[in-house]
């Protein structure tokens, strides 16, 4: 009986070395998670691609795993004050029909044998396009990701970006709704947000974070910490329903899913610690050629697969796998540096 | 949205996706609480001596 059932999600089916993997490969996504808010969790969905497992297992599992990284990271934000539960319960609509929508078009490309490979390519544009602006924005004013400092402030000292502002005084379709942080503005540009990213979130399994945060900041207007904290929250319910959908074709495996979660919530605390120790725009550069590395990692693979090539299949593996794996390391080495310099300056003013 | 499709109930899909639910609030906790408890061990042996990292 319990040897069915756990067949039944999945977990007989992983061998104990991928499980050791999926924790280690977890470990390191939390970890990057943690540090950056956002951003780990999109490297699931290529690496198990390339480990050659169906479109919308891939992409399924890398949802309901974004959805067990948003559970914890909700109950965290919650108990810090951060979360508009407003806002979340207007956006879920919206994230639920996109994700639907994206859903049914994974499939739909699944059943003309062009999921995989039009997936691939959706990554490579977007963690290239992703990764060039965050690198770009590294280098010219260290802007990019999460401001951890910006995320200590109070929500009154916030200020409206410009392009929030013109949208809220321009789109003023009833009903408007009042924010946290002082800010009123239509329904409908937040529904029409939430289809945006859900839309994405259902295509290629990704929370969706790393547009959804910036969209809720620079066209809904709200404050960072809120920002993240909601999206969060709407990641649960979208994240949830999109694994549900996707389960439901058999599409979430829990041997993929349960050891890089248990990773995960270990990383993601590391990641999380490390923020107050260690001043992220050092390390936002390292983030944005991750995610150009990822880009040409799924590119080679995807052309491996193409031209029947193993060997080029595996440097894609090992690229994605392995710049995750660098820049997780960095963010620990100059974390620990850092703890050990401030303990002998602290040591030296003492002497 | 033609051919969208609406979520229907099945117990297997539910408890899969109750045990990830389930699996995320544990580790939270547990993790929580290990954090707690080993912390500051943790903390002496990657630094060396009394130092706090929160």
């Known amino acids: 009986m319990l040897d069915s059932l756990l067949d039944g999600l999945g977990i007989l089916g992983t ?7 999926f924790v280690g490969f ?25 480990l050659d497992y169906p479109a919308p297992v891939a992409v399924g599992s890398g949802m309901a795993f974004v959805f067990g990284t948003a559970v914890i990271a909700t109950l965290k934000h919650h108990d810090l004050g951060q979360v508009d539960y407003k806002l979340g319960a ?3 609509t919206g994230t639920t029909i996109g994700i639907e929508a994206g859903r049914a078009s994974v499939y739909y490309l699944e059943s003309l044998g062009l999921a995989g ?26 802007r990019g990701g999460i401001d951890h400092e910006a995320a200590d402030k109070d929500l009154d000292e916030y200020e409206i970006p410009e392009i929030a502002k013109t949208i809220q005084q321009t789109v003023r379709i009833p009903p408007m709704v009042s924010l946290r942080g002082d800010v009123r503005v239509s329904v409908w540009v937040i529904t029409a947000v939430a289809f945006a990213t859900g839309l994405l979130s259902g295509f290629l399994g990704v929370g969706g974070g790393f547009i959804r945060m910036p969209a809720m900041i620079y066209a809904i207007g709200v404050p960072v910490p809120v920002a993240v904290g909601t999206d969060l929250f709407e990641i649960v319910f979208s994240g949830g329903l999109g694994s549900y959908l996707y389960g439901q074709g058999g599409g979430v495996n829990l ?19 490390a923020t107050a120790v260690v001043d992220a725009d050092g390390i936002k550069i390292y983030f944005g050629g ?12 995807e052309i491996g697969s193409y031209v029947g090539s193993p060997t080029l299949e595996l440097l894609g593996l090992v690229l994605v796998i392995g710049a995750a794996v660098v820049v997780a390391f960095a963010i620990l080495y100059t974390t620990i540096s850092s703890l050990r310099q401030k303990r002998h300056q602290g040591t030296s003013v003492t002497d | 949205m033609a051919g969208l499709e609406i979520p229907t109930w099945d117990p297997e899909t539910a408890l899969l996706i109750g045990t990830i639910l389930l699996e995320a ?22 630094v060396g001596g009394e130092a706090n990292a929160r």
């Open chain 1, 255 to 273: 041997g993929i899913v349960a050891p890089l979660l248990f990773g995960s919530a270990l990383g993601a605390r590391i990641g999380s610690a």
């Open chain 1, 15 to 21: 061998s104990p070395e991928m499980v050791a993997l």
């Open chain 1, 90 to 92: 207007i956006m879920i």
């Open chain 1, 290 to 301: 991750m995610l150009l590395i990822g880009a040409v990692a799924v590119g080679i693979g």
């Open chain 2, 25 to 46: 609030i544990v580790l939270y906790v547990g993790y929580g609480g290990l954090e707690r408890l080993f912390g500051p061990y943790l903390m002496k042996f990657l």
């Open chain 1, 117 to 142: 490979g039009i997936i691939s390519v959706a990554y490579v544009v977007l963690l290239g396009g992703v990764g060039a602006m965050v690198t770009r924005d590294a280098l010219k004013s260290n």
């Open chain 1, 26 to 50: 977890g470990l390191v996504v939390g970890v990057l998670f943690g540090f950056f808010g956002m951003g780990g969790s999109f490297l699931v969905t290529p690496a198990l691609l390339m």
